[in-house]
């Protein structure tokens, strides 16, 4: 299945249209250095969905058409909480930057755990991609250089 096609499948499956009108865009940039992004304009519900074409760090296009129409699913709750933290929180202050740090951690997992369960159920290739983990250190290099605790 083509790019296209996978992404029209999942814009109908996962609800997103036609209450939102969302454009592919493949950017052929070789400096992007994201998989895949988004642009978004709430007010009028459209958004660009933006994916490598140059340099994807994922083997799976599908994964990553659906993790990020996922994040439009989620936009509104992504708002909200957001919103709650900038208007709780004083700017650059220790517990705006760890609300900030808790959130989008938990809300990029929330995001890819969805994605696969929905990949699993009803993707093309539910094959997962593993390209970010090629860039990241083995859990025995996370702890060279750290002193035992006696």
């Not at 999942?10 to 249209?17: A, D, P, V």
């Not at 933006?50 to 996922?70: D, G, R, S, T």
Request: glycine share 4%; charged share 30%.
């Amino acid at each position: 299945m083509d790019i296209e096609m996978l992404f029209e499948k999942w814009c109908k499956k996962l609800r997103i249209s036609p209450q939102w009108d969302v454009k592919l865009e493949l950017v052929h940039d070789p400096a992007w250095k994201k998989t895949g992004d988004f642009k978004i304009d709430p007010d009028d519900r459209k958004a660009i969905l933006m994916l490598n074409a140059e340099n994807p760090k994922q083997e799976n296009v599908e994964e990553v058409i659906v993790h990020e129409l996922m994040h439009i699913k989620m936009y509104p709750l992504d708002q909200v909480c957001e919103s709650l933290i900038t208007s709780t929180f004083e700017e650059d202050s220790p517990a705006r930057n760890f609300a900030y740090a808790q959130f989008f951690g938990n809300l990029e997992a929330t995001v890819e755990e969805l994605t696969k369960c929905f990949l699993f159920e009803f993707g093309e290739n539910s094959t997962l991609s593993y390209g970010r983990c090629k860039a990241m250190k083995s859990f025995d290099e996370l702890y060279d250089g750290l002193q035992k605790i006696d």
